[in-house]
């Protein structure tokens, strides 16, 4: 009897051990495909963590590059305004070099004129006293029809208005009158037209107004004069 339970009891026990067995190998298993999801898992996380720190990079690299653009355009238009702002003053300096030019050169001429007229009036000494008084008033006439022009070609409108009055004394045809029967030679009849052609403007302009004038002069002559 003894001997029949304990075979039984080893029997229970062999038939127990499989099973312990297989216990241990599912455990084992559910364990390392446990370990195996949490490192999957990990590894998914840190990719996704990867791809989001690279399209923030990216997204950077893009807003950066969008502001370098701009700045760039910013200044290549900055650079082409320059440019073109530089181009005109060249332009303007070139065109008012050459109107320096003229003048000098048209300046160059009237004096060759006048030293010859100077040179005519020191040759006619035998002259009377009366065609001496017309040559120096013709002579200072001139000068001062040269000093007039030149006063209008700097846009002292004000300025060249008083100097007419001063010359004319009230008298609009001095010039006519003080030329008159003159052989004048080219350059300087082309300063009676200069003259007569600003006069006009003048005049139509409303500079060459007396009151106008009157007030330039106060305000101008009259204060230097009086310091």
Do not use: H
């Given at each position: 009897?003894?001997?029949?339970?304990?075979?039984?009891?080893?029997?229970?026990?062999?038939?127990?051990?499989?099973?312990?067995?297989?216990?241990?190998?599912?455990?084992?298993?559910?364990?390392?495909?446990?370990?195996?999801?949490?490192?999957?898992?990990?590894?998914?996380?840190?990719?996704?963590?990867?791809?989001?720190?690279?399209?923030?990079?990216?997204?950077?690299?893009?807003?950066?590059?969008?502001?370098?653009?701009?700045?760039?355009?910013?200044?290549?238009?900055?650079?082409?305004?320059?440019?073109?702002?530089?181009?005109?003053?060249?332009e303007n300096l070139t065109n008012e070099n050459i109107g320096l030019q003229e003048r000098i050169a048209d300046l160059e001429r009237k004096v060759t004129e006048l030293e010859a007229l100077y040179i005519e009036t020191k040759d006619n000494l035998k002259l009377t006293e009366s065609e001496k008084k017309v040559l120096e008033d013709r002579q200072s006439a001139i000068e001062k029809m040269m000093w007039i022009s030149e006063l209008y070609s700097g846009k002292k409108y004000s300025y060249s208005a008083y100097e007419i009055s001063e010359l004319e004394a009230g008298n609009g045809n001095y010039i006519d009158e003080l030329f008159s029967g003159?052989?004048?030679?080219?350059?300087?009849?082309?300063?009676?037209?200069?003259?007569?052609?600003?006069?006009?403007?003048?005049?139509?302009?409303?500079?060459?107004d007396s009151e106008k004038i009157e007030q330039w002069k106060a305000k101008n002559i009259l204060n230097e004069t009086g310091n």
């Open positions: 009897m003894k001997e029949d339970a304990l075979f039984r009891e080893e029997s229970n026990e062999e038939k127990e051990k499989p099973k312990q067995i297989k216990g241990k190998k599912s455990f084992l298993i559910i364990y390392a495909l446990t370990l195996l999801a949490v490192a999957f898992v990990l590894v998914l996380f840190s990719y996704f963590n990867e791809i989001r720190a690279n399209q923030t990079e990216i997204a950077d690299l893009k807003k950066e590059k969008e502001t370098f653009s701009i700045s760039a355009m910013q200044n290549i238009q900055n650079l082409q305004d320059e440019n073109v702002s530089l181009s005109e003053q060249v003159a052989d004048t030679g080219e350059m300087i009849s082309k300063l009676i037209s200069r003259y007569f052609e600003i006069r006009e403007w003048l005049d139509k302009k409303g500079y060459m």
